[in-house]
Structures are given as structure tokens and as C-alpha cells.
């Protein structure tokens, strides 16, 4: 079991209003069957020992799957690793690219405000979805669940894209800080099902204006977001968002009144 | 009336009538009338997050809480295999009546049978929902929905959505939340950690909160509450529940005269990835369909469990559920497969690497599939696992066999409630994994889902419209910000996490305790249990509360964002709730599901008493932990009669 001393340059920053700077510790025996985070949560107990304030970041699940975790590892959004969160992330992979030296800072976007340290508030994710980003049905009014078959390809592509997790690795990852691949994944994931077709005009339409007025960049195919993506959620995507924010513009409310 | 004497309010007549029936005879309240009720939910899982959708959309004023920064990430969101629904699309003679024989069964009897039965009536109408809602449930060639049978079960009902149906299902049930928050009937907070409940009159009327961010300790007051705060895993401090699971909500609940109900019924999984280090903060779990094609083995010599597995010839290699269960193999239910595990490791066969001096790991190998299949049957069967196994322990378990041991999964106990999920608080219902209701004193695999999404969709909007219907508006008592129940309230979490923060000999971190609290719960608590160690465990416990008080350290500010208090104050909640789970085992003398007395055995499996036990322990709590007062609630079986397992 190999074991190894890091240096980590970590990101502190108390309040959103607080400059922030890095600060400098070191893991000691960072051992490579480690996670990440369980590295970093070595490093807190000791600070907390000390009388130092451990570092804040945030993480639930632990297994990739509740978006709650990341933070930018040496320039790259959720670490290294390809389609793998800071969670799931492990030290031996750091271990194998020869990594002596971490720096260790929170998703940087201006949609995306520090509360403290690494930890960062993306409700914007939320009233994105808020917006648009679901089906119109009331509890207790479904039809039977077979009724309408769905081509299990078409069943399996907004599976695809409904694997997004909310991390908002692609917006830290994005020079422009574009959360287009995030909500480009949920207009799809419904835009794809026969359920979702009824609202799916004014759904991209409310969606991309919600994504705007937060205050997120655009997008200009860099896709860095696919890259950093911990579910490997396809940019092609966003060019489907694309075509139905098209759509959904020429044929405008008013239109639609007009053909009744 | 505060319901002392444990009554179910459940009908009587035909099983299949009784929740129609029920429905009928419930009172409701006017659509007008409906915006001036305020009902608190905390929790936004499946059951938090489909109550508040549904009841916002019948109208109600609802604010719903979670700890996390988005509703969406509540922890059903980790749920991999599967959800169950007896709608008998394969025509493979699954009914209700099937899906509530087995669920009353697998819970070892142990369950009300009203309250199961009506779980297994909803479970269809929860996929139709799903499915409206566009959760991409797995589907055949025809388009239709796929299914596959699951743990055991002899009929396929399960449906899933890849290795993430809860995933799906809680993004489904989170979307019908966004749709009402936009439309202003819920009011969301997020990063809020309940502390107290408040209780006015006898009826609980609000929660007090501390905000995460800006550490504000807040009271919040409703008309009625609702806990759907997940389950308490985490007394264990390693469980496959995500970090932030805790007990904090319904312990404190639990001391404002809500009685908890069978705290010791815990689910242990057989297969998750063992421990690796003295840092391991959680375990994985590996899903249950690995054993279909897994063969789990140790080596038959003490010498050999350093070795590498692969140079281990067959007749070394000891394929113990195997030879001791000839009918099932590997194939046992969850908690046979665990204690086994624990068993040939105790006797100096576990292999692994060495922590405190023990090596805890089973093999489980994957290579005469391999042989038989071929590795790209295998590989589309199980490539997603295989890939975060080896993610996560650097091993191939294509090419070497994967190491797995137990880990807390579920917990079967929780607030007693009954029949309308009501707790003995009036006012204070409770759903999801948090009640104690439907899955005895074992819970069937893909069946936690299920329950979470008929409690928050279908159960809760009707029985709590009902409690509302029948505590109007004007025969409530009104409720200030300034009643001294609220500032009482207030100032008591106030001290608390101003104690917490200031212990008198800070020395050892919040986890330092969790860990300590784990050990001895997983030793004396876990896969088997006897008089003697549940003992040593009550005795223990206390000693170690009365130190953490003592010498817990909290660093930072206690009015910003500080995640070791929150930890402090949930090891604070586990280490009481920790002690009654052994008082509840050791009073409950008699094996049942998941608990498991070596003292009450019949050839190696769980001897049951129905005699004495066929009852729920229902717990009062009257100062302390050790003074709690145990209240049974009878159970009776009219359609389903109990009969002793037998995997043999
Ligand atoms: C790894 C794993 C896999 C599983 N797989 C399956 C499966 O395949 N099939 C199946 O049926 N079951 C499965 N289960 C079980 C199932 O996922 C859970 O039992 C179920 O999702 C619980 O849902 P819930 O709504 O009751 O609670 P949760 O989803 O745990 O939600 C709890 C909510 O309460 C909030 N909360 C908690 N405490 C507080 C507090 N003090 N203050 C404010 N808010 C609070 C949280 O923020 C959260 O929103 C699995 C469990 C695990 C751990
Ligand atoms: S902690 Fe849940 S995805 Fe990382």
C-alpha cells in the first residue's frame, strides 16, 4: 500500500464577501486507497486538533450520484479523472499522474457565489428547473403506464441525458461559464418523450430565459463541460436545445393563438 | 388526543376495502380554505419531496425543508436496483395480494398487515405516476416497460431505471416540487437542519430550524407537521447512507412524546466494498444482482488468506453458503448472506487487508461465470459495477475477485405511526423511511422506494387532509412567533448548539465519537446480538455521551456556515438514540428479519417467539434513554399466517 506526503494549496475564503486567498497544509500519509475527500477529511481533523477551522466543502452521497460534492483540482473540474466526481475520485490516480502538489479551489462562476471556502450556492441550477423543467401532471391523474409505448431507443437517449446530477461541473469547466450543457440535459431528457410534448415549446422557451437571467454565460463550443462531466453527458445536446429554442422563437405565442 | 394506547386506527372488513373504505369516511377540507393551512414538511426524498408537490398542488401553504443545498439531492437519490409494483405486465401471476403476502412475509411478521396491504394497492398507481412525470424507466424492444425479479422473488416486478432508479424517481418527484414552488404554493428551504419540534397544546405545531449558512436558529409554525427525514443508518458511523443521513429530526420528536417504534430492526447488506483504511468515511454498496452470477468463498485455511486468491486451488477454496445452504447458495436472503460472512470471519478466514488486527472481507468471484457466459455476458450484465469497483478499489474484477463484506444498509425501525401515519404527537405524521410502518423487521429489496412514494404521494395528502378537515381553523389555538412553546423552543436549540460549541476540555472532533459510537453499535448491535454484549453496550454508551459533552470540539463561528457543529449535533442525537437501539434489542428476546439473537436459534436461523414478540416495542421516552417506557402494540395476522423461515 503505498502511502505519500502532498502539498495543498487549498482555497479559504469565509464569507461571499470575503476576498479569499489560498492557504498552504500538508497531507501527511495520503494513503492511495483514499478517497479525495477522505483525504481531505484527514487533513480537517487534524486541523480541528489544532484549533484551526476545518476546511468547508461540500458532499453527501459519496457515491457520485447526489451532485452535491466538487471542487476544481488542479484545473480540472471534480479532479483528473474522466467521468468521475471528487467524491469517487481516489488517490491513486493522483498518485499515477506524479502529483506532489494540489491545488485545491471551489467552481468559479458569478452564477455561482462562494458561501464559504469551497462551498458554493447553485440555486441557479434550481430555479432553472423551477422554470420549466417538468411535465404538467397532478398526482393521482396518470393513465396506465403502458399505454403509450416508447421506443426503447428513444427511451434509452432521454435516459441519456436524465443522468445529468446538478453538479455544475460543466458551468466551472466552461470559459464562459455557460450552464447550457446542464439545462440543455433536462430540456432534452423531456423534450425526447412523447409525455414532455406539450409543454416543450414554452419549456425551452421559459428554460433558456431563466439560464439567461441568471446571469450565466453563453455558450461557444469550447466542450470543456463534456469533458468535465462526471456522467459523460453528451454537448450534442445543447445543439438539440439550439434547434428547439429556434423553433420555439418563429413560432411565437402569438402564432399559436392565431392558428386556434 | 395524544395516542398513548397505541391504537392503529386502521378499518376493519375486507383487506381490499379497507383503504377505499377509509378514503370515503375522511374528511376534507375546502379548496378555499385550503391556502390558509400552513403544513410543514421536512424532507425532500422521495416521500418529503412527493408530499410537498402533491400538497401544494391540492392547495396548502406548504414550506418544505432539506439539509442539503437542492431538494433533489435527498438521499433516495443513491437507490440503485430498483422499485417494486405489482402490475403483473410480464403475466407471470403477480397480483397485490402476491406483493403483500411476500412484503408481510419477508418482514418475518413483524408488519401491519393493513398498512402493507394498501402499500402493495398504490404501488401501481406510483409507476403510472413516474412514468406521466417522464422517469425513463427501462423498456423492451416493444416499447413497454421492462422488468426484472428481485432479491429472490419468484415473480419479476421490479422496474428500474438503469443503476439509477432513484435517481429517476426522486428527479421525477423534484420536478413536480419545482412546478409548485414556481408556482408559490411550497416555499423551499434548503440548507435548514431541523432541531426541535415545537408542541402547542398537545398538537405539534411548527419546527425550529437552524439556517446552515448564516447559522440563524429559526422557528417555523404550521398547522401540521410532517418528518420525512430518511432513515438512521449513520448510528453505525460507516452505512452506505450518505454522510449528511441523520437521526436528528425524529429523535427530536421522539422527546417531545413521540414513541419510537422497533429502533433495533436494521438491515445489513452482504455486498459492499470492505473497508480500507482508518479513514473510510462510508461504505458502497454493490447491488444485491451480483450474487445471481457471484460465487462467494474463503479460503478453507488460515494460511491462505494473504495469498492471492487466484493461486488458491478449488478444494482449498470454501464456498460456505454453498455447502451450508445446498437450495439456495449464494442466493440466501440479505441477512443469512451477511451474518455467514461475519461468521467465517470471525473464525480467522476473512482476507483483505488487516485494520485493528482482523481482516474483514469475503470473496466474491466472478470466474466460473466468466468461464460459462463468456466475460461480454457478464460485462453487459454488470459493467457499471464492475467499473465502480474498480474505481473505487483499483482492483479488476475480471480478472481477480472482488473482496466484499456487510454494511449497514436500511433501518426497519423509526417513529411509530399509525394507520394515517400519524405519530402519538396529534399533528405530527411521519413517512418514509423515517416511520416504522410496512417492512417489519425486515425489508425486501426494491420495496423502500415503493413505500417512500405511496406515503408522500398517496397516503400523506389524504390522511393529513383529513387531520386538517377535522381540526379546523377556528377550534385551533392560535400560535405567535412570542408564545413562550416557540421561544422555549428557540432558546433550548440555542443552548444546545451554544453547549456543543463550547465544550468544558475540548479535545477530540465530532467524527472521533461517531466512530467510537459505531464500534460498539456495530459489535453489539449488528449481525448478531446476545444479552451479554447488548449489556456492555447500555453500559457503555452513556460513558461515552458524558465524555463527548465533555470534550467534543467545535472550532469557527457557531453563526455561519460550520459543518462540524452540524456534525456535533448530529453524533449528539445518534448517541441517545445508539443506547435505545440496544435496550429495544435486548428486551426483544427472540430472532426476527434482521435481528438477530444468538441466543434464539433454530438450526443456525432465526427463532422466532410469536408468543411473546408478535408486537411492536413502541418506546416512550421519559427523561432518558435508559428510562424510556416500552408501550406494545399487538399484531394480528387475518390473511397471512406465520410460518418459521427456512433457507436450508
Ligand atoms: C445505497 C442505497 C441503495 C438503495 N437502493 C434501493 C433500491 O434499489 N430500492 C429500494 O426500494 N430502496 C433502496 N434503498 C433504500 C431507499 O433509497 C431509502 O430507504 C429511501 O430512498 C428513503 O427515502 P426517504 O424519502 O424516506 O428519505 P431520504 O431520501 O433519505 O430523504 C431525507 C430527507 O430529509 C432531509 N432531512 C433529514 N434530516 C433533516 C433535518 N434534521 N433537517 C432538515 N432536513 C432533514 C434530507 O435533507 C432529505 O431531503 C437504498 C438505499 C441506499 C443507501
Ligand atoms: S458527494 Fe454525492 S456526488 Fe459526490
Redesign the interface.
Known amino acids: 500500500m503505498k502511502t505519500k506526503n502532498l502539498t495543498l494549496h487549498v482555497w479559504r475564503q469565509r464569507g461571499p464577501n470575503d476576498s479569499g486567498d489560498f492557504e498552504r497544509y500538508v497531507a501527511k500519509d495520503v494513503n492511495e486507497h483514499m478517497s479525495f475527500l477522505e483525504m481531505l477529511d484527514v487533513v480537517n481533523e487534524d486541523l480541528l486538533e489544532n484549533g484551526d477551522e476545518p476546511i468547508a466543502f461540500d458532499h453527501d452521497c459519496r457515491e457520485g450520484i447526489c451532485g452535491m460534492c466538487g471542487v476544481v483540482v488542479n484545473g480540472y473540474a471534480h479532479g483528473p479523472q474522466e467521468r468521475t466526481t471528487a467524491c469517487q475520485l481516489h488517490m491513486r490516480q493522483i498518485f499515477e499522474l506524479g502529483w506532489d502538489e494540489l491545488w485545491i479551489e471551489p467552481w468559479r462562476a458569478t452564477s455561482f457565489p462562494v458561501i464559504k471556502d469551497l462551498a458554493v450556492d447553485r440555486g441557479a441550477f434550481d430555479r432553472i428547473i423551477q422554470a420549466g423543467g417538468y411535465i404538467s401532471i397532478r398526482t393521482g391523474s396518470a393513465r396506465d403506464a403502458n399505454e403509450t409505448p416508447i421506443p426503447k431507443d428513444v427511451s434509452d437517449a432521454a435516459m441519456d441525458a436524465a443522468e445529468c446530477i446538478g453538479c455544475g461541473a460543466c458551468v466551472a469547466a466552461c470559459p464562459n461559464a455557460s450552464a447550457s450543457l446542464f439545462t440543455a440535459a433536462k430540456i432534452s431528457h423531456l423534450g425526447l418523450l412523447p409525455q414532455g410534448q406539450a409543454e416543450r415549446t414554452d419549456r425551452v422557451r421559459k428554460m433558456v430565459g431563466q439560464m439567461d437571467h441568471e446571469g450565466f454565460g453563453s455558450c461557444t463550443n469550447h466542450g470543456e463541460c463534456e469533458k468535465a462531466c462526471p456522467k459523460g453527458i453528451s454537448i450534442d445536446w445543447i445543439a438539440r436545445m439550439n434547434r428547439d429554442l429556434l423553433k420555439a422563437m418563429t413560432t411565437s405565442a402569438d402564432d399559436i393563438e392565431e392558428r386556434d | 388526543m395524544a395516542n398513548t394506547e397505541l391504537k392503529s386506527n386502521e378499518p376493519t372488513g375486507p383487506i381490499e376495502d379497507r383503504w377505499r373504505l377509509h378514503k370515503q369516511n375522511s374528511d376534507l377540507v375546502a379548496p378555499h380554505n385550503r391556502r390558509k393551512r400552513t403544513v410543514i414538511i421536512v424532507g425532500s426524498g422521495l416521500a418529503g419531496g ?1 408530499a410537498a ?2 400538497m401544494g ?1 391540492l392547495g396548502y401553504k406548504v414550506k418544505c425543508f432539506c439539509f ?6 435527498a ?1 433516495s ?2 437507490a440503485q436496483g430498483g422499485i417494486n409494483a405489482a ?1 403483473n ?1 410480464q403475466n407471470d401471476g403477480d397480483s397485490v395480494y402476491r406483493l403483500f403476502y411476500d412484503t408481510v412475509k419477508g418482514g418475518d411478521f413483524r408488519s401491519r398487515e393493513s398498512n402493507v396491504y394498501r402499500l402493495a394497492e398504490l404501488s401501481v ?1 406510483i ?8 422517469v ?10 421492462a422488468n426484472r425479479s428481485f432479491g429472490g422473488a419468484l415473480v419479476s416486478r421490479t422496474f428500474y ?2 443503476g ?1 432508479t432513484g ?2 424517481l426522486l ?1 421525477g418527484a ?3 416540487l ?2 409548485q ?2 408556482a408559490g404554493t411550497v416555499e ?1 428551504f ?1 440548507r435548514h437542519s431541523m432541531q426541535d419540534l415545537i408542541v402547542h397544546e398537545g398538537k405539534a405545531r411548527g419546527i425550529v430550524t437552524r439556517n446552515l ?1 448564516n447559522g440563524k436558529v429559526e422557528a417555523h409554525i404550521a398547522d401540521v407537521v410532517i418528518l420525512a427525514t430518511g432513515g438512521y443508518g449513520n448510528v453505525f458511523f460507516l452505512s452506505t447512507n ?3 443521513s441523520n437521526c436528528t429530526a425524529i429523535w427530536q420528536a421522539h422527546k417531545r412524546g413521540a414513541f419510537f417504534a422497533n429502533p433495533c430492526y436494521t438491515q445489513i447488506h452482504p455486498t459492499c466494498i470492505p473497508r ?2 482508518e ?4 461504505l ?1 454498496l454493490m447491488s444485491e444482482s451480483l450474487r445471481n452470477d457471484g460465487r462467494v468463498w474463503v479460503p478453507r485455511n488460515k494460511e491462505d488468506v494473504t495469498k492471492d486468491p487466484k493461486k488458491i486451488p478449488e478444494e482449498d477454496r470454501y464456498y460456505y453458503l454453498e455447502e451450508r445452504y445446498p437450495k439456495f447458495g449464494n442466493l440466501v436472503p440479505r441477512d443469512v448472506a451477511s451474518r455467514n460472512a461475519m461468521y467465517v470471519c470471525d473464525d480467522g478466514l476473512g482476507v483483505g ?1 488487516e485494520l485493528d488486527g482482523e481482516r474483514r472481507a469475503v470473496y466474491l468471484d466472478f470466474k466460473s461465470a466468466i468461464e460459462r457466459l463468456g466475460e461480454d455476458t457478464i460485462r453487459e450484465r454488470y459493467g457499471n459495477l464492475f467499473e465502480m469497483y474498480e ?4 482492483d479488476d474484477p475480471y480478472k481477480t475477485p472482488m473482496m466484499i463484506y456487510p454494511a449497514t444498509h436500511y433501518t426497519m425501525g423509526g417513529l411509530w405511526v399509525d394507520y394515517n401515519l400519524q405519530s402519538t404527537i396529534d399533528g405530527l405524521f411521519v413517512g418514509g423511511e423515517a416511520n416504522f410502518s410496512d417492512h417489519g423487521a425486515n425489508r425486501l429489496g426494491a420495496s423502500a422506494l415503493m413505500q417512500g412514494l405511496a406515503d408522500g ?2 397516503v400523506l ?1 389524504f390522511t393529513v387532509g383529513d387531520y386538517l378537515g377535522r381540526n379546523r381553523l377556528k377550534d385551533q389555538a392560535p400560535l405567535e412567533q412570542d408564545d413562550k412553546a416557540v421561544t422555549d423552543a428557540v432558546a433550548g436549540v440555542e443552548a444546545k448548539l451554544k453547549a456543543l460549541a463550547n465544550a468544558p476540555e475540548p479535545t477530540h ?1 465530532p ?1 472521533y465519537f461517531h466512530k467510537k459510537l459505531g464500534n460498539i453499535i456495530w459489535k453489539y448491535c449488528g449481525m448478531a446480538r446476545t444479552a451479554e454484549g447488548l449489556k456492555k453496550a447500555i453500559e457503555e454508551i452513556p460513558k461515552l455521551r458524558e465524555q463527548f459533552h465533555r470534550e467534543v ?1 467545535v ?2 463561528d457557531t453563526d ?2 460550520n ?2 457543529l452540524v456534525k456535533a449535533a448530529r453524533v449528539a442525537d445518534f448517541l441517545e438514540l445508539g443506547e435505545l437501539m440496544c435496550i429495544d434489542a435486548l428486551a426483544r428476546e427472540e430472532s426476527c428479519g434482521g435481528h438477530f439473537r444468538e441466543e434464539h436459534v433454530i438450526d443456525m436461523e432465526a427463532k422466532r417467539d410469536d408468543e411473546h414478540f408478535q408486537h411492536v416495542a413502541a418506546w416512550e421516552h421519559q427523561g432518558e434513554p435508559s428510562a424510556a417506557a416500552l408501550h406494545k402494540e399487538p399484531l394480528e395476522f387475518e390473511y397471512v399466517k406465520p410460518t418459521q423461515r427456512s433457507y436450508k
Not at chain 2, 442539503?68 to 439531492?73: A, K
Not at chain 2, 409507476?127 to 417522464?134: C, P, R, Y
Not at chain 2, 474505481?391 to 483499483?394: A, D, L, M, N
Request: aromatic share 10%.
Open positions: 412527493a408537490a402533491t398542488e442539503q443545498d437542492s431538494p433533489r439531492r438521499h437519490i443513491a402490475k405486465y398507481n409507476i403510472d405516476q413516474a412514468v406521466s412525470q417522464g425513463p424507466f427501462a423498456r423492451e424492444y416493444g416499447g413497454l416497460l431505471a438503469r439509477q435517481q429517476q428527479l423534484y420536478s413536480a419545482a412546478r414552488i414556481e423551499m434548503p449558512i450518505a454522510m449528511g480500507s483504511g479513514y473510510q468515511s462510508k458502497t487487508p474505481r473505487i478499489t483499483g404521494y398517496f395528502p472532533s467524527d470540539k472550532t469557527g455561519g456556515f459543518q462540524t
